[in-house]
């Protein structure tokens, strides 16, 4: 995992994947719904990296993150054994979600780019609720 910026970039978390063989089809090629196993798992990890762990957030606060919405251009594929980096950039944090673009790369080469929108809801109720203040400041602050 690493964290990278530039002069005109914000900050971006990276997390690393290996293409496994269950991941891809008898031809060697990624299947195309486990580009959406990966961009949880690092979502997952990005949210480990603010501090927070998903069991927490629902146990302590009583909410949980949904995918509200996604939209996927899928470039080119990956094949078994690709060593992937999954990228997580904030674009928009509002009052109960958030807006992230995702993108999967192989090296320079960009594989998949994603638009996703998280919303955070009540536990129990599934209705949305306000992001948790400690939750919203470590997102604006990392």
């Known amino acids: 995992m690493q964290r990278t ?10 997390w690393p994947i290996r293409v496994y063989y269950e991941d891809s089809d008898a031809g060697g090629v990624v299947y195309h719904s486990n580009y959406l196993n990966f961009m949880e798992r690092a979502r997952t990890e990005w949210l ?13 606060l009583g909410v949980i993150i949904v995918v509200h919405s996604m939209q996927m251009a899928f470039k080119s594929p990956a094949y078994f054994n690709d060593m992937l980096q999954i990228e997580c950039n904030i674009s928009k944090v509002g009052r109960g979600s958030l807006e992230m673009e995702q993108k999967i790369t192989r ?9 996703v929108k998280l919303a955070f809801v009540n536990a129990d109720t599934f209705k949305p609720v ?11 602050n990392n």
Do not use: C, N, S, W
């Not at 480990?48 to 302590?60: N, S, T, Y």
């Not at 306000?130 to 604006?140: E, G, H, S």
């Open 5 to 14: 910026t530039t002069a005109h970039a914000p900050l971006v978390f990276q």
């Open 48 to 60: 480990r990296h603010l501090g927070f762990e998903q069991p927490q957030l629902k146990a302590d």
């Open 107 to 115: 090296g320079d080469a960009l594989l998949i780019k994603a638009e």
């Open 130 to 140: 306000a992001i948790p203040a400690d939750v919203k400041t470590a997102m604006l």
